[in-house]
């Protein structure tokens, strides 16, 4: 899943940035508000970060454009102390959620996980795909009670692909959920995480399905 961090504050946006990778997430981070409508327009977010003072434009004109738009993406505004107005105008332009500046890295964290439990799962806290596990908060993935142990990149493939039960998800979807905007992201690539995904659920009822020209499905074959 690919993370959008929007922050000009440059100890503030790396430190994010880091916390949110070293959780495992795809991050990109952009220091300004363009830049981050132009990617909010044409790439795939799990979600979106977005501090309200940006230069050249502000979070809140970023946020009404995306919601313009007709883009569902969750988005958590990063706002100054205490301004209260700022909280109620985000949420009214379409704002899931709202942190106050500073903010402790563990609960900017756990109200991503919140966040993206509620939009990407349904509001549960595991998928399953027959005996295909996945735990989003410890984010794990578990074959008939055994943990996976899976790359990164492995695990942003299978995530894309359990998230959508019964959806096929072309190559260059997933790349784009697969590789940050700084990576060069190749549909090539993804064949190989299949393969090697396919692997690893050897044996098990669970399979990933090709199909010719469309691309990727996951599928139990016991229901
Ligand atoms: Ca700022």
């Known amino acids: 899943m690919r993370i959008l961090l929007v922050e000009d504050h440059p100890q503030l946006g790396d430190s994010v ?3 949110l990778k070293g959780a495992g997430w795809t991050v990109d981070l952009l220091r300004d508000g363009v830049s981050a409508d132009l990617a909010l327009a044409s790439e795939e977010y799990a979600l979106a970060i977005l501090d309200v003072g ?9 946020l009404a454009r995306l919601r313009e738009r007709g883009k569902t993406v969750p988005v958590l505004m990063l706002t100054a102390r205490g301004e209260v107005k700022d909280r109620v105008h985000g949420l009214n332009l379409g704002a899931d959620d709202y942190l106050a500046k500073p903010f402790e890295l ?6 991503v996980k919140a966040l993206l439990r509620r939009s ?3 509001g549960e806290q595991q998928q399953r795909c027959g005996e295909l596990i996945y735990d989003l908060d410890a984010r794990r ?7 996976l142990s899976l790359t990164s990149r492995e695990q942003a493939v299978l995530e894309a692909l359990i998230a959508r039960p019964g ?3 072309s190559k260059e979807q997933l790349a784009g959920q ?3 905007l700084d990576e060069e992201a190749s549909a090539d690539a993804i064949e ?4 090697r995904l396919r692997k690893k659920l050897e044996g098990s009822a669970v399979r990933i399905v090709t199909f010719r020209g469309l691309g990727y499905l996951l599928e139990a074959t016991d229901g």
């Open 120 to 122: 990407v799962l349904g």
């Open 167 to 169: 959806r096929v998800m």
């Open 192 to 195: 190989i995480y299949v393969h």
């Open 141 to 147: 993935f578990s074959l008939a009670g055994q943990v």
């Open 106 to 111: 563990s609960e900017l964290e756990a109200r």
């Open 178 to 180: 697969v590789f940050g």
């Open 54 to 62: 940006l230069p050249r434009m502000d979070g809140f004109q970023v």
């Open 17 to 19: 940035a880091q916390a």
